[in-house]
């Protein structure tokens, strides 16, 4: 089978880091995997080119590929051009017309960093957990949503949380899949003690495990339960659902377990082609296109081909390759090859390029 990969490495580090996932895949291209790559422009190097932060050929690439993988956009070269076409909007374009609602950000730490946590180190060595945040619904954009001003001077201001069945469903969908392909359990998170849209989230969540998924273990957890349990005991988790509004809070907890935004990866995940049974797929560095560093090869890629990493498990099933893949960056970690952001006291850190190097010299050896 062959996979289709577009590359958008975008602005700043981003083309540094996708140099070093194009290593990677030209070595599981050697060993027989059927990678096809194409590469483009996003962001403010496609503003550069072509006025806008995303051609329509791009997209339309994009939709053609089995997964996207993008650098990161963004930087103060673009900070006065029109809005519409600012960088960030390709990103916006991109995860709209793909209509990608389950956002994938998984906490892993790593042995070899587990001092750099906020946590002490027995509560997180080898945390392995994924946040699964429904992205295009909730309170950020429920209506009405509105600030008024009152005829007695006060001023009001409104949310509103609204969740439906459709959305519910498939965002538990991807969080049960994605738990099958791991360790067999869900958690899912919202406050139904307080919130109807925790109510119908609870509700539609049992009903599709007990349909579809009973053989995966399924509990709830109150959100603020939830971002305890996180702090305290992390490891008790796998894969944890939960809405816009929570999963933005909790992810961003989770990534204090792990260390620096150097190493860690995202997806953002589509519907299921009824089909092919295919996900539309964007991974993505949580990290933006640090300007304050770019271009002198001393960015961490290791969000970056974590990312690639997260299309291996889920856009493709190459279950083994990512298996290798985490063991090959696990290694060069332990082994203390790392760059700036992440060596330890009295380390010498190493650039970009070393680091991908290492990667696919441990691919080999493993
Ligand atoms: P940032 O994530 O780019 O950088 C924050 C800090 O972390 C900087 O000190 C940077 O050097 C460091 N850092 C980030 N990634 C690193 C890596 N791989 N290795 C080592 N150090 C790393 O966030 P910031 O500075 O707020 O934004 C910079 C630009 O990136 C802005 O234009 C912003 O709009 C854009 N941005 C783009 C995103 C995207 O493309 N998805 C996401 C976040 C920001
Ligand atoms: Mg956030």
Redesign the pocket.
């Known amino acids: 089978a062959t996979h289709k990969l577009l590359l958008l490495p975008?602005d700043?580090?981003?083309p540094e880091?996708m140099r070093e996932v194009e290593k990677i895949v030209g070595w599981f291209r050697k060993r027989g995997v059927g990678f096809e790559t194409e590469t483009d422009l996003v962001?403010g190097s496609a503003y550069d080119a072509h006025k806008v932060s995303i051609t329509d050929a791009a997209m339309a690439r994009a939709d053609a590929a089995d997964a996207v993988l993008?650098?990161?956009?963004?930087?103060?070269k673009w900070d006065g051009v029109p809005y519409e076409v600012r960088?960030?909007a390709g990103?916006l374009r991109l995860r709209k017309e793909l209509g990608l609602f389950a956002n994938l950000r998984p906490a892993i730490c790593y042995p070899a960093l587990a001092d750099a946590s906020s946590l002490k180190r027995e509560v997180v060595e080898g945390l392995d957990i994924v946040i699964v945040r429904e992205l295009t619904g909730g309170v950020y954009f429920g209506e009405p949503k509105e600030l008024v001003t009152l005829e007695n001077g006060q001023q009001r201001a409104v949310d509103t949380q609204v969740y439906t069945t459709g959305e519910i469903e498939r965002i538990t969908r991807v969080a049960f899949d994605l738990a099958k392909k791991r360790r067999n359990k869900v958690s899912s998170s919202e406050k139904s003690n307080v919130m109807k849209t925790g109510v119908l989230w609870r509700q539609v969540v049992s009903r599709i495990h007990k349909a579809e998924f009973s053989d995966v273990a399924l509990e709830h957890v109150l959100a603020d339960n939830c971002a305890m349990q996180l702090v305290k005991n992390p490891k008790q988790f796998d894969v944890i659902v939960t809405d816009n509004l929570f999963g933005d809070i909790l992810s961003d907890i989770a990534a204090m377990l792990t260390g620096?935004?150097?190493m860690l990866p995202s997806a953002s995940l589509g519907a299921e082609d009824p089909q092919t049974g295919k996900r539309k797929a964007l991974y993505?560095?949580?990290?933006?296109?640090?300007?304050?560093?770019a271009g002198r090869g001393?960015?961490?890629?290791i969000?970056?081909i974590g990312s690639f990493g997260m299309a291996l498990r889920y856009s493709f099933g190459l279950l083994d390759e990512a298996d290798r893949l985490d063991k090959a960056i696990a290694n060069v970690l332990a082994a203390g090859i790392r760059?700036?952001?992440i060596a330890g006291p009295g380390m010498n850190a190493v650039g970009t390029q070393d680091v991908g190097d290492a990667i696919v010299k441990e691919l080999e050896a493993l």
């Open positions: 975008g700043g580090i981003g880091v962001g993008f650098g990161a956009v963004g930087g103060p960088p960030e990103l620096s935004l150097g993505e560095p949580v990290h933006g296109s640090a300007p304050d560093i001393l960015a961490n890629p969000a970056m760059t700036k952001d």
